[in-house]
Every structure is written in C-alpha cells, then in structure tokens.
C-alpha cells in the first residue's frame, strides 16, 4: 500500500513563502503523476495543480498562477510544492496524491497522504 508524507507546513506571515514536500516510504514515486490539493476550513478540497512523472506541471485553480510551482526531484524521489507570496486565503490542509495509473496528469488520483497544515497569518 503506498503512503504518502507531506511535510513542511507551518505558519507564515503573508507574503511570506514556504515548500511542502511530498515523498513515500518503500515505494517509488518516479513512475507517477502527483497532485498537490489543499482544503479551507469549512470549505471543500480543491486542486492546486499536478506533475507528471517528467516533470510537466500544470495548475488546476488560477488563484495560485505565478505563486506556486510544482517540481519533482526524482532522484530523491520527492515532490515538492514551492508557495512564495502566501495570503490568507492560501490557508489550509495541503494533501499531495498520487496517479497510480498514469505517468501524466489525467486527474485520478488512488493514493492521498495525510496532509500538512499552512497557515497564513500575522
């Protein structure tokens, strides 16, 4: 059973920047396309954008155009999502998944992690 780990969560002050990582024990996530979500208290998950196993991301909600950045290391075998000028709004549980079917992003995803806590706030 895959499992994902995100990490790298924590509180920010806006404007302010953080990187979540998303990596998996005893599995190997090159194969993969992942895709990074985030869920608002009280409001319903959403995607962020996914990377495809050679490394093409694409962004799912516009809100995020131009601040945040999806990139892999698959060396390290880790995903990692870059967030720079952070606002209130980006506050959140942030979960990356995992495409255990597809290399590119097809926008299924069968395996999720448990997720990071990013908190925007002074």
């Known amino acids: 059973q895959l499992q994902l780990v995100e990490s790298g969560g924590g509180l920010v002050q806006p404007g302010g920047s953080l990187r979540l990582s998303c990596a998996a024990s005893?599995?190997?996530?090159?194969?993969?396309?992942i895709g990074w979500f985030r869920q608002a208290p009280g409001k319903d998950r959403e995607g962020v954008g996914c990377?495809?196993?050679?490394?093409?991301?694409?962004p799912y909600v516009a809100s995020v155009k131009g601040r945040f950045t999806i990139s892999r290391d698959n060396a390290k075998d880790t995903i990692y999502l870059q967030m720079i000028s952070l606002k209130p709004e980006d506050t959140g549980v942030y979960f990356c998944?995992?495409?255990?079917?597809?290399?590119?992003?097809?926008?299924?995803?069968?395996?999720w992690g448990q997720g990071t806590q990013v908190t925007v706030s002074t």
């Open positions: 005893d599995f190997t996530l090159g194969y993969y396309a």
């Open positions: 990377i495809s196993s050679s490394g093409d991301s694409i």
């Open positions: 998944a995992a495409d255990a079917y597809h290399s590119h992003c097809s926008g299924q995803y069968d395996f």
